[in-house]
């Protein structure tokens, strides 16, 4: 095993580098990987230009990335499940106590969870890299390491989609055609929405959510929110049952709210600005129900099923790969908004996907 842990470290804001660090070693429950695939994030981008993202702040060197998927090299003491060998899909958040959120099902909520690439909490954005082993699971012959990584946008979605109640005949409007806009629509579709419509400003990005399914595409231009809530409920022939909302623009927040039905569900997965401006009063007068949702939990079994199935297609959706050496060109391709998701691969040895 290689001595050096080349990885991707944050300082502070604008201070990235590409360093080496010792190869750590496993504690009783962990396991030891050898990283593969991990997908770049805009949380990463943004620690790395602002150093923060809300309350979490850099406060030391944190390794980035939290989208990753590797091989078993080494199991602790007490790892039973798992073995050397074994290709893995990391769950980045894992409990540190068994608390009331645990013990409901909800452990996202638990205000101790350990977190990659989360301040103070390292990432895998790293040749090898620690987790536990309860959080890492199995990956099916037929799911590559990609699609692996691409689990935990994968499981936004299914989270925003099982909050928002998405079913058999339900019409859905998603507001973004970015990375987690386009996941929820892979899984919407799969969940059994009848018809999706789908915005944003980006041209080719809504031409790669009607490529993997939508079946309306909005491109924002200098529409009113109640004007955009007009054509989404023109194509769709009636106000959609379910919106989810994937930008954090106020604006776009306002869209949502308007062109939910009466009785209908918007969920907020879209993180902008601390305080926004919404119409709350017609919201409330028609009982459209406002959810937010934060990261996800319990979602992987699911997602490996759907993958293993091939009900879903995540690979469309990498158009960029790098090798680890080349973060710093990644990050630079990612913060300039170049294509939908990029895959940086961690092992020099295995470039594949």
């Known amino acids: 095993m290689a001595s050096e842990n080349l990885s991707v470290v944050v300082h502070k804001a604008g201070d990235l580098r590409l360093e080496n660090r010792s190869v750590p070693e496993p504690g009783p429950n962990e396991v030891l990987l050898k990283m593969h695939s991990v997908g770049i994030c805009g949380s990463d981008v943004h620690y790395w230009t602002h150093g923060r993202i809300g309350d979490f702040v850099v406060k030391k060197p944190m390794v980035l990335g939290h989208e990753a998927s590797g091989t078993v090299v080494k199991v602790g003491s007490s790892v039973t499940k798992l073995k050397k060998g074994d290709r893995v899909a990391i769950e980045p958040g894992a409990p540190r106590e068994i608390d009331e959120f645990c013990k409901t099902g909800r452990y996202n909520l638990s205000p101790t ?17 620690t987790h536990d082993a309860n959080f890492c699971y199995k990956l099916p012959d037929n799911v590559s390491f990609e699609e692996g990584a691409l689990i935990e946008p994968l499981s936004v979605g299914i989270h925003a989609c099982r909050r928002a109640g998405v079913t058999l005949g339900s019409k859905v409007f998603i507001c ?15 969940m059994g929405a009848a018809q999706v419509v789908i915005s944003d400003l980006s041209a080719p990005r809504l031409e790669k959510a009607k490529e993997i399914g939508a079946d309306f595409a909005i491109q924002i231009k200098s529409e009113s929110p109640k004007e955009v809530a007009s054509m989404v409920g023109n194509m769709l022939g009636c106000m959609p049952d379910v919106t989810i909302e994937c930008t954090g623009v106020q604006s776009s927040i306002q869209a949502g709210i308007y062109a939910t039905r009466s009785g209908g569900t918007l969920v907020l997965v879209g993180l902008g600005p601390e305080m926004v401006t919404v119409p709350l009063v017609d919201a409330a007068v028609r009982e459209v129900d406002i959810r937010g949702i934060f990261r996800y939990c319990n979602t992987w079994p699911l997602a490996i099923a759907m993958l293993a199935s091939k009900k879903v297609n995540v690979q469309p959706l990498v158009t960029h790969r790098f090798p680890l050496e080349k973060a710093m060109e990644a990050f630079e391709t990612t913060k300039k908004g170049v294509g939908i998701k990029i895959m940086l691969k ?8």
């Not at 973004?176 to 799969?190: R, S």
């Open 113 to 129: 969870i350990f977190f990659c690439a989360t301040p103070p909490d390292d990432g895998n954005l790293c040749r090898y890299y």
């Open 346 to 353: 961690c092992d020099p040895d295995d470039q594949n996907p």
């Open 176 to 190: 973004g055609a970015g990375p987690i806009g386009l996941v929820t629509l892979l899984i919407a579709k799969v």
